[in-house]
T-cell receptor, first 109, second 117 residues
Framework: SQQGEEDPQALSIQEGENATMNCSYKTSINNLQWYRQNSGRGLVHLILIRSNEREKHSGRLRVTLDTSKKSSSLLITASRAADTASYFCATDTGNQFYFGTGTSLTVIP | EAGVTQSPTHLIKTRGQQATLRCSPISGHTSVYWYQQALGLGLQFLLWYDEGEERNRGNFPPRFSGRQFPNYSSELNVNALELEDSALYLC????????????????FGSGTRLTVV
């Protein structure tokens, strides 16, 4: 299956620390996106990185993409309690979006 | 601008019944996607509609069906409900897939939580 997998499944850090989560996928993609989900609600689009890009920033978010390894990472710097949520990567193959299994991030105040 | 709206927010049904979930995309979006998120699991792709037609379907039985109306809103129907159908059903909309923009991405609704008892 194309579905991506996030690593780790769960992450707990202190406020102010950085959080890094990884996503691996299986086939060629057009782009990869990261989403956030709070408490079983709808997902919020965070950032998109195209297959020909290697790194992208948006505020406290930094995303990297390594197409040779079929992996991506999401770094959240200077984390806040409000960052507590589940984070999903989604890969766009041009025909379909596949979501990963998610990383549950807990930021402890 | 109104976001993606889903109704109802919560739905409780008895095993064997039918459930109908509704989704209204963002104005101007022609593609609607349905995902199932069972408790503790990732999002499983159900259906993709664009311009009124079913474009792709996930690995779900035929009792999961839907349609897209001329105004691009969509319905997801689940027949012969089973206990394991209990999940959060999320709808997302997007611009035409070929109309990529730098911030292209799905916009999700808040979901319908379906409970089958």
């Amino acid at each position: 299956s194309q579905q991506g997998e996030e690593d780790p499944q769960a992450l707990s850090i202190q406020e102010g620390e950085n959080a890094t989560m990884n996503c691996s996928y299986k086939t060629s993609i057009n782009n990869l996106q990261w989403y956030r989900q709070n408490s079983g609600r709808g997902l919020v689009h965070l950032i998109l990185i195209r297959s020909n890009e290697r790194e992208k920033h948006s505020g406290r978010l930094r995303v990297t993409l390594d197409t040779s390894k079929k992996s991506s990472s999401l770094l959240i710097t200077a984390s806040r309690a409000a960052d507590t949520a589940s984070y999903f990567c989604a890969t766009d193959t041009g025909n379909q979006f596949y979501f990963g299994t998610g990383t549950s991030l807990t930021v402890i105040p | 601008e109104a976001g993606v709206t889903q109704s109802p927010t919560h739905l409780i049904k008895t095993r064997g019944q039918q459930a109908t979930l509704r989704c209204s995309p963002i104005s101007g979006h022609t593609s609607v996607y349905w995902y199932q998120q069972a408790l503790g699991l990732g999002l499983q792709f159900l259906l993709w509609y664009d311009e009124g037609e079913e474009r792709n379907r996930g690995n779900f039985p035929p009792r999961f069906s839907g349609r897209q109306f001329p105004n691009y809103s969509s319905e997801l129907n689940v027949n012969a409900l089973e206990l394991e159908d209990s999940a959060l059903y999320l709808c997302a909309s997007s611009l035409l897939r070929r109309s990529l923009s730098p911030n292209y991405g799905y916009t999700f609704g808040s979901g319908t939580r379906l409970t089958v008892v």
